[in-house]
């Protein structure tokens, strides 16, 4: 399976095929500043299954709630964010989950950050307090 994400204007277009390896929301406070909503979510994708736009991107790179950089990449045009690089999962690509534009787009298997979650949110997933330790490839 492929799928594209795209920036709101269409001038960034990346490619993942297969399934994300997960997807999670995230409830941190940069994640509502960097959204403009309440959380985020994020399609998680191994690096050798992302094609990346060649250029055009902007790059923010700053520390995340969990304490490891994050590099955001978005459109100098319309502003979206479509992609992030996180320090934490560095064989993973965030791709933000909205940019495909696919209603029936897997829904996320967890909620993270929930210490920063709004007491008026309830939302059926399984919530961890801030990020769950990455799991170790080959390890359950």
Do not use: Y
Not at 7 to 35: I, M, N, W, Y
Not at 84 to 98: F, N, S, T
Not at 112 to 119: K, L, Q
């Amino acid at each position: 399976m492929e799928r594209t994400a795209s920036c709101h204007c269409g001038k960034l277009v990346l490619t993942c095929t297969g399934e994300p390896a997960k997807v999670s929301l995230c409830h941190c406070f940069d994640c509502q500043r960097r959204t403009g909503s309440l959380f985020s979510v994020a399609a998680f994708f191994p690096r050798d299954r992302v094609e990346l736009p060649v250029a055009g991107a902007r790059a923010f790179r700053r520390p995340s709630a969990s304490g490891r950089d994050v590099s955001f990449h978005f459109c100098p045009d319309c502003g979206s964010s479509l992609w992030w690089e996180p320090d934490r999962l560095p064989h993973l690509i965030g791709v933000a989950a909205g940019a495909f534009a696919d209603r029936d787009f897997p829904m996320p298997e967890q909620a993270v950050w929930a210490d920063h979650r709004h007491a008026w949110l309830d939302l059926p997933l399984p919530e961890h307090p801030q990020n769950p330790h990455p799991k170790v490839a080959g390890q359950g």
